[in-house]
Nanobody, 120 residues
Framework: VQLQASGGGLVQPGGSLKLSCELSGNISTNHALGWYRQIPGKQREREYLADVRSGAGTKYTESVKDRFTVAVDNAKRMVFLQMNSLKVEDTAVYFC?????????????WGQGTQVTVSS
């Protein structure tokens, strides 16, 4: 299983950006696809943002739930993160993420990260 993220870039405060992540390989029917972010040098761990959970819908962390939207296109095997009303503090490296559950085993996969910079 591999994840390939894209769509990062420079955007002004208040602007929008859409991240994409392409999934390759086979996954189980029990999985969660979503996004994390990390500020290099300031955060030890990646911060959970949102995901789409099979049979359980979408979940968001409180800080982004009114501005970000996560969506999955199963036919294209892609997960997206639409980010609106971006703030300077949203500047980070964004990672797509998969939790794939097989026979009770939870396997985690990460995309390579894409830089989002919010600045005027």
């Amino acid at each position: 299983v591999q994840l390939q993220a894209s769509g990062g870039g420079l955007v002004q405060p208040g602007g929008s950006l859409k991240l994409s992540c392409e999934l390759s390989g086979n996954i189980s029917t029990n999985h969660a696809l979503g996004w994390y972010r990390q500020i290099p040098g300031k955060q030890r761990e990646r911060e959970y943002l949102a995901d789409v959970r099979s049979g359980a819908g979408t979940k968001y962390t409180e800080s982004v739930k009114d501005r970000f939207t996560v969506a999955v296109d199963n036919a294209k095997r892609m997960v997206f993160l639409q980010m609106n009303s971006l703030k300077v503090e949203d500047t980070a490296v964004y990672f797509c993420h998969l939790v794939n559950v097989v026979d009770g085993r939870w396997d985690r996969y990460w995309g390579q990260g894409t830089q989002v910079t919010v600045s005027s």
